[in-house]
């Protein structure tokens, strides 16, 4: 048998990229070995992965040489980067730099970057449409990253760029979940008004990327974009309804109103929201739920993720 080709993946412990290895490993006769890259070899879930048979490498964005090291010999490698550890779109470009230029020196035949718009490209620092924040960011988690894409672009490696969706799992762990109003009602709050959320299940992400470097280069130099499903906020209660047995309403709020709420993160995601929402037609029309399921055959729907989560999501 050929020898399996390596995908190095970063944030391998983390929501897309332990779904990218997850989907290697559920794959033996795909030609492919996952080479899990993380910062503690020895936590739990590095440990886990390693019994299931992923080669565990330690390395860090912060440390390029790491990088550098844990890129060598592979054949591709999957570049994700957690904006929400930091705050801090200039981290998050450092860390896209090391990552693009650890692959330049290692040779690797496919890169795929996990990234978003840069969303002054639709609207500038001059449109006070919305705030700017940090006097040069509009949306600062989505900016930075599309402003990382020319990193990979410009030292000619062979990339795929892959624009993400929305996280349903933020509905456990982001507190973006129903939560009970005065009136002791559920209810989801999103600024969205009746446009589509184009969302996925993070561990999906990581599958279709796995799907694209099965594709081999036919991605390469090209930009894609995935969903699970584009849905409104309406919508989203309904299935919540049906999921808990018990009435979950949509409130839809004003950009100003969500950045007002004045959790971490508030006005850089009321941005984000207003963004989706203005430019809606573009947003969804960049995700495609049928490309998404051509890659991953076993891509989840709302129903199907709440199905197996609804008991993970906190209410309160």
Excluded at 15 to 27: K, P, T
Excluded at 78 to 83: E, L, N, R, S
Excluded at 126 to 150: C, I, Q, W
Aim: with cysteine.
């Amino acid at each position: 048998m050929a020898e399996k080709k390596i995908i190095a993946v970063v944030g391998a412990t983390g929501a897309q990229g332990g779904g990218m290895v997850r989907a290697i490993l559920g794959d033996p006769n795909g030609g492919f070995a996952a080479r899990a890259l993380t910062r503690d070899v020895n936590s739990e879930k590095a440990w886990a992965l390693a019994q299931q048979g992923a080669e565990v490498v330690a390395a860090d964005v912060d440390d390029p040489q790491s990088l550098k090291k844990a890129f060598a010999g592979a054949y591709g490698a999957f570049c994700v980067t957690f904006y929400w550890a930091h705050f801090s779109p200039d981290k998050e470009l450092a860390e896209a730099a090391s990552m693009a230029q650890a692959a330049k020196d290692a040779g690797l035949k496919h890169v795929i970057w996990s990234t978003l718009e840069d969303t002054r490209q639709w609207v500038p620092l001059s449109d006070n449409r919305m705030p700017t924040l940090m006097g040069k960011y509009k949306v600062p988690h989505f900016d930075a990253k599309g402003e990382a894409n020319h990193l990979f672009r410009g030292l000619g490696l062979p990339v795929t760029l892959l624009l993400t969706s929305f996280y349903w799992d933020n509905f456990i762990y982001f507190g973006s979940g129903p939560k009970k109003g005065p009136d002791g009602k559920l209810a989801i709050t999103f600024p969205m008004d009746d446009k589509k959320l184009p969302g996925i299940a993070a561990e999906d992400i990581g599958k279709c990327a796995y799907g694209i470097f099965k594709r081999g280069p036919e991605f390469i130099g090209k930009t894609v974009g995935i969903a699970g499903e584009h849905l409104t906020g309406a919508q989203m209660a309904a299935a919540f309804t049906k999921a808990l047995g018990q009435e979950v309403r949509y409130n839809a709020v004003t950009p100003d109103e969500y950045r007002s709420f004045g959790f971490p993160g508030a006005d850089d995601l009321g941005n984000m929201f207003q963004f989706k929402r203005d430019f809606n037609d573009y947003f969804c029309g960049a995700r495609n739920p049928d490309f998404a399921r051509s890659l991953n055959p076993e891509l989840q729907t709302f129903d199907a993720w709440l199905a197996r989560n609804k008991s993970r999501i906190p209410l309160d």
